[in-house]
């Protein structure tokens, strides 16, 4: 199998930030890499250099082939780009945005128009078509600018946080356009700070973390190593958290993950049955709970699996993890 | 090989050009400032001033018409750093740059739909003056080439205005830096009053600069009078904008976008 985007050593630092500092990434022809990280992990730059927008300091990279620093013009004509923010023209419409980026593309004025058309028809835009972009809400927007990174059927597409932001409806009908164009034999790399979105759409999943990649594989591989799930106890008094701490160690084979603050405590674990052993345990020792529940893990619980510390990012937004 | 890459850098221009356009349609109160500015000046300066600066109003529009033009155009040209700021800010130009076209085509559309933007400027002033009692003394073919004159001034003094939007960061730091070099510009000239009550310092800048020079080259084109000594000195001042800031301006933007 060929390979589409292969990337070696990038670096690119700004004063002290390493926002990459030696990744290397490879996409075979026809497959979905999910680039997964937290805020200033890295991904955007990742991205605008294998888009040829941002000169490398060092590293290199090639799609199909082409340099992206040596022959960019050869990688635009093969790429489509969704930047994390809608890049659309706002104060032009639907239908002129992408007429705009087809006839840039050479397409007669017909067949411009026939393309825009068509596309926005695919993105179910077409009642919308004929209005200003600004007022589109963020779903129709994330769409356009989807639409708009399509126009020249390119065969690697960059889709940088396509769904953050946008509430599940939407984020569904995301994922249904890149399956179909995965389907299509589209290549595709996609960023995202949603572990869900990556497992949904993503045939390898690559971690970021300050400019490195962490860790790299499978979906499956990757949530063996993290756990598929996430025990979650808060014990009714804070004077319990030392006993419940060793129960779930004891029963997880895992240290759980403490916080004082929220008296909330977490373990990774791969047997949802636990669940009842445990609620066993903690009647036997006359500990109560306020709350008591598995879920799948958070991005922190990623990082913290995968790295053995937390992410940075995360550590300020501890108070919403609930 | 390379006419066909010429012509295709060229079209896409054009059709960059067409979004300017557009744009310029969806807001037309993005002309304000060349349209409705310039109307209030001319109104204001004409009858409040105008008895007392030349004795009556209609004298005084005469040569008033003239330099608001020019002055009008210079304002015009300055627009267009901050539209292109806002361009490269808003990421619009990331999706032109990931394209596989030349990389001057999104300024080679700016500037070309800037010179949408002083057409209707020039007419929209035009129109407004006529109303006011003001007369062309001379004849279409010479108000033709005063109108070109004015366009081509625009066409020169707006690589300031691209150099200034591609170095500054924000489209607001653009536009503040554009008043501040704007004012000494047009009220440092002959185009409201006659620089002979201006003290040394000020006369010295007013006689010579490229606003007063241009204001006297169409007031010769449009009313009559001697023309060749200001339109050559016009002449050089927009070789000479061309010559600093056309560089300058094209680095800029290489470096940015
Ligand atoms: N133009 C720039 N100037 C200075 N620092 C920058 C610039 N661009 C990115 N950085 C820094 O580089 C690091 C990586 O940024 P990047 O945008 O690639 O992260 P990201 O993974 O996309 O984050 P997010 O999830 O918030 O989008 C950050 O620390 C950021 O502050
Ligand atoms: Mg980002």
Redo the contacts between chains.
């Keep these: 199998m060929s390979v589409a985007i292969r990337a070696h050593g990038l670096v690119k630092h700004y004063g002290e930030t390493k926002a990459l500092d030696g990744v290397d990434l490879e996409v075979p022809e026809g497959k979905v890499v999910g680039v997964l990280g937290p805020n200033g992990a890295g991904k955007t730059t990742a991205v605008r250099v294998l888009?040829?927008?941002l000169r490398p300091d060092a590293g290199h990279a090639t799609v199909h082939g082409h340099d992206v620093v040596k022959n960019p013009?050869a990688v635009?004509?093969l790429?489509?780009?969704t930047?994390q923010?809608?890049?659309?023209?706002e104060?032009?419409s639907g239908t002129?945005n992408l007429v705009?980026?087809a006839?840039?593309?050479?397409h007669s004025r017909a067949g411009a128009r026939a393309r825009a058309a068509e596309l926005l028809e695919r993105f179910e835009l077409t009642d919308a078509a004929g209005r200003?972009a600004k007022t589109y809400s963020g779903g129709m927007r994330r769409r356009l600018d989807l639409a708009?990174?399509l126009v020249?059927n390119p065969s690697v597409l960059y889709l940088d946080e396509p769904t953050t932001g946008l509430d599940p409806h939407a984020r569904n009908e995301v994922w249904a356009v890149v399956r179909r164009l995965v389907a299509d034999g589209v290549t595709v790399l996609l960023t995202t700070q949603y572990l869900e979105e990556a497992d949904q759409l993503a045939d390898t999943i690559t971690v970021f973390d300050h400019g490195r990649v962490v860790a790299e594989g499978r979906p499956d591989e990757l949530k063996r190593r993290i756990g598929s799930q996430t025990l979650q106890v808060r014990p009714t008094s804070a004077r319990d958290l030392d006993a419940v701490q060793r129960i779930l160690a004891d029963l997880t084979g895992n240290a759980p993950m403490r916080n004082d603050d929220t008296g909330l405590l977490t373990a990774p674990v791969d047997d949802p049955v636990l669940l009842s052993t445990l609620v066993r345990k903690l009647d036997d020792a006359g500990i109560t709970a306020d709350e008591l529940a598995l879920r799948l893990p958070s991005l922190d619980e990623v990082f913290l699996a995968l790295t053995g510390k937390r992410s940075e990012a995360d550590k300020q937004t501890e108070g919403s993890v609930a | 090989m390379s006419t066909i890459a010429l012509d295709?850098g060229a079209?896409?221009g054009l059709?960059?050009a067409?979004?300017g356009v557009?744009?310029i349609r969806?807001?037309p109160e993005q002309l304000a400032d060349v349209t409705i500015a310039p109307i209030i000046l001319l109104v204001m300066f004409t009858y409040l001033f105008g008895g007392a600066l030349a004795g009556n109003t209609d004298a005084y529009l005469q040569t008033l018409v003239p330099g608001v033009l020019v002055m009008n155009i210079l304002q015009a040209s300055m627009t267009a750093g901050v539209q292109l700021n806002t361009d490269v800010s808003?990421?619009?130009f990331?999706?032109?740059?990931?394209?596989?076209?030349a990389r001057s085509?999104p300024l080679v559309g700016a500037v070309l739909a800037d010179v949408v933007r002083y057409v209707v400027c020039v007419a929209v002033l035009l129109l407004v003056a006529t109303v006011m009692g003001y007369r062309v003394q001379t004849g279409p073919v010479e108000l033709l080439v005063a109108c070109g004159l004015a366009i081509l001034f625009g066409l020169c003094f707006c690589w300031a205005a691209v150099f200034i939007g591609m170095l500054l960061k924000t489209p607001q730091a653009v536009q503040g830096i554009m008043i501040v070099l704007i004012m000494p510009l047009t009220f440092g000239s002959n185009v409201f009053v006659g620089t002979e009550t201006m003290p040394g310092w000020l006369r010295a800048w007013a006689d010579v600069s490229p606003v007063s020079l241009l204001s006297d080259a169409l007031r010769g084109l449009m009313n009559g009078g001697a023309i060749a000594g200001p339109l050559a000195g016009s002449l050089v001042w927009m070789a000479a904008a061309v010559a600093v800031f056309f560089p300058l301006a094209t680095w800029a933007y290489r470096k940015r976008v």
């Design positions: 888009a040829t927008l013009r635009r004509s790429i489509g780009l930047g923010y809608a890049s659309v023209d104060d032009l002129e705009l980026l006839r840039l593309l050479d200003a708009a990174s020249g | 295709r079209r896409h059709t960059l067409w979004r557009l744009k969806k807001n808003k990421g619009v990331d999706r032109f740059r990931a394209m596989p076209i085509a």
